[in-house]
């Protein structure tokens, strides 16, 4: 069946770049999306990319998709301690369902 | 506002008292589905359902039922609780069609002692 991974634990520096990589095994998915969860709450919708797209920017987010590998990335520039959260990576398949990654869990030091 | 509405936030039961967590959208959604999320495994879907009187097996249906009699509402029923079902639910909908992203409820952390 349908699997996406994602590292566990990312650490960086305040005013660093954090990058949170995903993979994902369904060739026929349509939208590949990012979540932010923070503590004590349900996911936010970060940003998404089609997957005829190579590449989105919104701010200070970035995503990659490399469609012939299936990898997927965040970018976010100038990490602040307010992006310490989980991010999840989730594929849509078979038209309309949903698969997530483990998330990953990012730790922003000062 | 639209959002996703759980309830209750918090519960906590005992082995084999039957439960039911309710899950309610205001968006005219046709999608819904409820996760489970666990320290290490991530979101598990449980179950989904595509419109009404439509619900499918995710990957952890076990000891789980739901129903899907409105368009609104889905809620998640554990007939008999056992302890291996504490976790940190959410429930979930989108629209079909399209990009529609999926947007979740606040989570209900259920004890099962």
């Known amino acids: 069946g349908e699997d996406v991974e994602q590292s566990l634990f990312l650490s960086v520096r305040e005013g660093d770049s954090s990058v949170i990589n995903c993979t994902y095994t369904?060739?026929?998915?349509?939208?590949l999306y990012w979540y932010k969860q923070e503590p004590g709450a349900g996911l936010q919708l970060l940003t998404y990319?089609?997957?005829?797209?190579d590449m989105k920017q919104d701010q200070r987010l970035t995503v990659l998709l490399n469609k012939k590998d299936k990898h997927l990335s965040l970018r976010i520039a100038d990490t602040q301690t307010g992006d310490s959260a989980i991010y999840f990576c989730?594929?849509?398949?078979?038209?309309?369902?949903?698969?997530f990654g483990p998330g990953t869990r990012l730790s922003v030091l000062p | 506002e639209a959002q996703v509405t759980q309830n209750p936030r918090y519960l906590i039961t005992v082995t084999g008292k039957k439960l039911t967590v309710t899950c309610s959208q205001n968006?005219?959604?046709?999608?819904m589905s409820w996760y489970r999320q666990d320290p290490g495994l991530g979101l598990r879907q449980i179950y989904y359902?595509?419109?009404?009187?439509?619900?499918d097996k995710g990957d952890v249906p076990e000891g789980y039922k739901v129903s899907r009699k409105e368009k609104r509402n889905f809620p998640l029923i554990l007939e008999s609780p056992s302890p291996n079902q504490t976790s940190l639910y959410f429930c979930?909908?989108?629209?079909?069609?399209?990009?529609?992203?999926?947007?979740f409820g606040n989570g209900t952390r259920l004890t099962v002692t």
């Open positions: 979930a909908s989108s629209s079909q069609g399209g990009n529609s992203p999926l947007h």
């Open positions: 990319i089609f997957s005829n797209m």
């Open positions: 989730a594929e849509m398949v078979y038209g309309q369902n949903f698969v």
């Open positions: 968006m005219n959604h046709e999608y």
């Open positions: 359902s595509m419109n009404v009187e439509v619900t």
């Open positions: 369904d060739s026929s998915s349509t939208y």
